[in-house]
């Protein structure tokens, strides 16, 4: 078998998370237009006037017009403010808790009501065997999925889409939400060298965009790490190395490298599973016939469409709760747990503080979506070193998003635009109107930069002003926005929700997972409760195996061990 072509070069995709993915489609059918000019992606309107604005020193965050919610960080008390202005009236289920057992049923508490908590909910009421209870912190349920209303937008937490290859999922989501999904035909697009260039690359664009020699040079290098992979190799130890051997050097430099450190931080020190989580592998073989245009890429690794709730993602996790409250289930927001009750190696109540008054709740099982870090505090307390010092050694970075609001109708024609270089501080900007033009009044926009950072990092130290100040300044560089057109900015900060694998990550989760699971009837689910870089998809996943296995009599430390493998498998698709 010869060499593939370099346009096979094109082949590279990037994630819902700003972190690269997989080959993909290999000619999009139809042909989307090639965009090489610097914003040609972007309406002409806005080009008219680009560059003709005066940028402020100061972009004005979080003063938007009366009447509209204060900014403030994700989850926070402000926060609390921002979203309890606009929320739907508070249902019977959301605001009482009757207290009682229901004869015959097995009563389990869950504690957090994103998407993770709420899924296993809403399987376990499926059943009809079980007394179900949402414990949630914050004022409103849905965590990250969650939407927001202001300034007259409905917003959600980053650019969020309904898509799985689990088998079975998208239809449970598809009948939960029973017609109220708009599909999209796919469009991403990536920011690099000053030209936004459609995605997959295109041989030609990215030609021109590189110029021939720097071009050359990434044929080269991509050459021979096929070459490499085809003679006898080591598993790869680090993200950089299996990057490199499955795109070369050249490649891994342009894109790979500079996204993964403005999403994990350096890759040379972060475990394969990061590139394989984001990058999913087929085999050389595949990879080859892939490239060669022998066969088509799968929807495992290139989603062509997605699925988008017309009333904002928020309408997902707002869906399960109506389910769970309409089967009798209670949902407790502004509530925590702050003790754990045992009797030997079980939990038999957990209480908890809701709405300021002090209740207790039997349960049998206790599923937590929280952090390991703050579940272990529940379970051993904050007196077990060892504990905590492994549960501490998990790493994480920050999600910031900054919303800035544009006196214009709309600005992209993509869902998403990734920006690997360094000099912008984000990694992605999508546009909210674009999921559903439904979401915010006709005359204005809303783009959304996200990024991360970590604790006592340098963005992470920026104002909130700082913060919106470089992402405007990033924006109109790059053509998206006039300066002038700018009215405010909205920053929102989320603590430790992008879990980064190290290369120790796998020994520590082992240790916390041996130790949880001495308690008989625990288990754990969600994107930070299991430690797992996941998405919404896989959180209805967990939630229905919990419920099934549950159901089928499996004992919680069998169910967690076998979630534990199942977690390992999951592949986000872009
Ligand atoms: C920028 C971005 C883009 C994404 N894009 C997509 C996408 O396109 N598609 C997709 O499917 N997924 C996407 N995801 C992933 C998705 O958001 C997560 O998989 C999902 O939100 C995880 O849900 P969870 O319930 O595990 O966690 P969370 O959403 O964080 O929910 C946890 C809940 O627990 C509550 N809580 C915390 N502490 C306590 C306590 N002590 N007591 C009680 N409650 C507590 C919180 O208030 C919260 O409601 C994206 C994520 C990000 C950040």
């Not at 409905?154 to 017609?179: A, C, F, N, W």
């Not at 994990?264 to 245009?293: E, Q, V």
């Not at 066969?295 to 389910?323: H, I, V, W």
């Not at 100040?469 to 009215?487: E, I, M």
């Amino acid at each position: 078998m010869g060499l593939p072509p370099l346009r096979s070069l094109v082949l590279l995709h990037f994630g819902d998370d700003p972190a690269p993915l997989a080959p993909g489609r290999v000619w999009p059918d139809p042909p989307r237009p090639a965009r090489s000019d610097a914003g040609a992606g972007i309406h002409r309107a806005q080009n008219e006037r680009l560059c003709s604005g005066h940028f402020p020193d100061r972009v004005p965050v979080g003063e938007p017009p009366s009447g509209s919610a204060r900014h403030g960080p994700l989850l926070d008390g402000t926060d609390v403010r921002v979203r309890e202005a606009h929320r739907e009236p508070a249902t019977e289920a959301q605001t009482c808790f009757k207290g009682s057992v229901v004869k015959d049923k097995v009563p389990i508490v869950i504690l957090g009501g994103g998407v993770g908590g709420l899924a296993v909910g809403w399987f376990l009421l499926r059943t009809g065997r079980y007394e179900v209870t949402v414990v949630e912190r914050d004022q409103v349920i849905g965590g990250h999925c969650g939407s927001f209303v202001y300034d007259g937008f409905t917003l959600d937490h980053g650019p969020h889409k309904i898509y799985s290859v689990i088998p079975g999922v998208l239809d449970e989501i598809r009948t939960l939400m029973s017609g109220r999904l708009i599909e999209h035909k796919k469009r991403h697009s990536i920011y690099l060298n000053g030209r936004l260039l459609s995605y997959p690359l295109e041989m030609g664009n990215l030609a021109r965009v590189l110029g021939p020699r720097h071009f050359a040079g990434l044929g080269m290098s991509y050459g021979i790490s096929i070459l490499k992979r085809l003679l006898p190799h080591t598993d790869p130890s680090s993200y950089e190395e299996y990057v490199v051997r499955r795109f070369g050097r050249g490649v891994y430099e342009l894109v790979f490298e500079p996204l993964a450190w403005k999403v994990w931080g350096d890759p040379a020190i972060l475990h394969p599973d990061m590139a394989r989580t984001r990058i999913p592998s087929a085999g050389a073989g595949d990879l080859i016939l892939t490239l060669l245009h022998l066969k088509q890429a799968s929807s495992d690794t290139n989603a062509e469409t997605f699925y988008y709730p017309r009333r904002g993602f928020g309408d997902l996790p707002q869906t399960m709760a109506d389910y769970i409250a309409k089967r009798g289930g209670h949902i407790l927001v502004n509530s925590q747990a702050i003790r754990l009750n045992r009797s030997d190696a079980s939990i038999t109540s957990v209480t908890i503080r809701s709405n300021g008054a002090i209740r207790t709740l039997p349960c049998r099982f206790l599923v937590s979506s929280l952090p390991l870090s703050l579940l272990g505090g529940l379970v051993y307390g904050e007196g077990d070193e060892d504990f905590v010092r492994t549960v501490g050694s998990l790493r994480f970075r920050h999600l910031v998003l900054v919303y800035v609001f544009i006196n214009q109708p709309r600005i992209l024609d993509d869902h998403w635009v990734f920006f690997p270089e360094r000099e912008f501080l984000f990694s992605r900007v999508s546009e909210q109107k674009l999921m559903n033009v439904e979401l915010g009044p006709p005359d204005r926009t809303v783009l959304c930069c996200d990024f991360t950072a970590s604790e006592g990092d340098e963005v992470w130290s920026l104002t909130d002003d700082e913060l919106a100040t470089r992402c405007v300044s990033g924006l109109v560089k790059a053509g998206f926005v006039s300066a002038k057109d700018v009215q405010h900015c909205l920053v929102k900060r989320s603590e430790n929700f992008y879990p980064v694998y190290d290369r120790s990550y796998e020994q520590s989760m082992k240790a916390v997972s041996e130790k949880l699971h001495g308690t008989e009837n625990l288990l754990t689910t969600g994107r930070i409760g299991m430690y797992n870089y996941n998405n919404s998809d896989h959180c209805v996943d967990m939630g229905r195996f919990i419920a099934d296995r549950l159901a089928k009599g499996a004992s919680p430390p069998v169910i967690w061990t076998e979630l534990e493998r199942r977690v390992r498998s999951y592949r986000i698709v872009d």
